[in-house]
Nanobody, 123 residues
Framework: QVQLVESGGGLVQAGGSLRLSCAVS????????MGWYRQAPGKQRELVAL???????TYADSVKGRFTISRDNAKNTIWLQMNSLKHEDTAVYFCNALITTRKVPRLEVNNYWGQGTQVAVSS
């Protein structure tokens, strides 16, 4: 069974930094794109950052220049380095991955989510 396990959330003052990590476990064939989304109270879930297998990255305009997404394919892990945090970055952050698994006799692609980790930035 495929699982995404996040860690690294917490409470930080505005201007501070946090680093989130997300590790994929389970029997997988390959991992395609991985990314981070966030959901603040009363708001819709939104994309924060994506990283493709070719290391191509995409960021929300609101985090460009402050957040950096990276991945280690050998460890099936991604990180989100968050610097210069603002109060408006407060949200639950979710890891997401598009994963191919082997369902004999074929391969199957599914979208997986982590359980979420809380990030709170005090102003």
């Amino acid at each position: 069974q495929v699982q995404l396990v996040e860690s690294g959330g917490g409470l930080v003052q505005a201007g501070g930094s946090l680093r989130l990590s997300c590790a994929v476990s389970g029997s997988i064939f390959s991992i395609n794109a991985m990314g981070w989304y966030r959901q603040a109270p009363g708001k819709q879930r939104e994309l924060v950052a994506l990283i493709a297998t070719g290391e191509r990255t995409t960021y929300a305009d609101s985090v460009k220049g402050r957040f950096t997404i990276s991945r280690d394919n050998a460890k099936n892990t991604i990180w989100l380095q968050m610097n210069s945090l603002k109060h408006e970055d407060t949200a639950v952050y979710f890891c997401n991955a598009l994963i191919t698994t082997r369902k004999v006799p074929r391969l199957e692609v599914n979208n997986y989510w982590g359980q979420g980790t809380q990030v709170a930035v005090s102003s």
